[in-house]
T-cell receptor, first 114, second 110 residues
Framework: NAGVTQTPKFQVLKTGQSMTLQCAQD?????MYWYRQDPGMGLRLIYY???????DKGEVPNGYNVSRLNKREFSLRLESAAPSQTSVYFC?????????????FGEGSWLTVV | EDQVTQSPEALRLQEGESSSLNCSYT??????LFWYRQDPGKGPEFLFT???AGEEKEKERLKATLTKKESFLHITAPKPEDSATYLC???????????FGTGTRLKVLA
């Protein structure tokens, strides 16, 4: 029962480097999300994918791109990392679309940009 | 603008000392309100979903209630293992988005 799996768990990048955070869910959920969590700011939505083949911007999309590879996988890419992107990143999924239902989170990816 | 505000930011309780956490929300048509528990270094763990005013849900020492403007998470006779950050989120009508509050950090002392 993996649920939502994120990789890597920890990563240190130099300013300007690129990287991709991977996320996969095994709950057959339609919707997937990427959030970042910073002290005092709470969870902020970066991008989401309501269903396979669609992606939309959230509250803080600048500096990020996403790919919904298939129903299971949703990746987050930092093209040119900046120190302001140092954060904890959470992937989440939900099975119910615009119907009422909870989202379920992965364990997080800790990213430091130096 | 949809918004969620949680209070207090932090709360210290003695073991057995009951209290409540508050989640105030402003949303254009509430589809659901959600409570999560987050332990250090972990992802948020789902606790409850509330759909309409007057609804209540319970799980062990936790009880969540909902009105038209706010939700409370009541903690009865807490234990040290209840120490965590508790997050509240709302989902608005016709949207895929979930809006989170900044959480309440709860510390229960033995």
């Amino acid at each position: 029962n993996a649920g939502v799996t994120q990789t890597p768990k920890f990563q240190v990048l130099k300013t300007g480097q690129s990287m991709t955070l991977q996320c996969a869910q095994d709950m057959n959920h339609n919707s997937m999300y990427w959030y970042r969590q910073d002290p005092g700011m709470g969870l902020r939505l970066i991008y989401y994918s309501a269903s396979e083949g669609t992606t939309d911007k959230g509250e803080v999309p600048n500096g990020y791109n996403v790919s919904r590879l298939n129903k299971r996988e949703f990746s987050l890419r930092l093209e040119s990392a900046a120190p302001s992107q140092t954060s904890v990143y959470f992937c989440a999924s939900s099975g119910t679309g615009t119907a009422v239902g909870s989202i379920y989170f992965g364990e997080g990816s800790w990213l430091t940009v130096v | 603008e949809d918004q969620v505000t949680q209070s207090p930011e932090a709360l210290r309780l003695q073991e057995g000392e009951s209290s409540s956490l508050n989640c105030s929300y402003t949303v254009s048509g509430l589809r659901g309100l959600f409570w999560y528990r987050q332990d250090p270094g972990k992802g948020p763990e789902f606790l409850f979903t509330l759909y309409s005013a007057g609804e209540e849900k319970e799980k062990e020492r936790l009880k969540a209630t909902l009105t038209k403007k706010e939700s409370f998470l009541h903690i009865t006779a807490p234990k040290p293992e209840d120490s965590a950050t508790y997050l509240c989120a709302v989902q608005a009508s016709g949207t895929y988005k979930y809006i989170f509050g900044t959480g309440t950090r709860l510390k229960v002392l033995a």
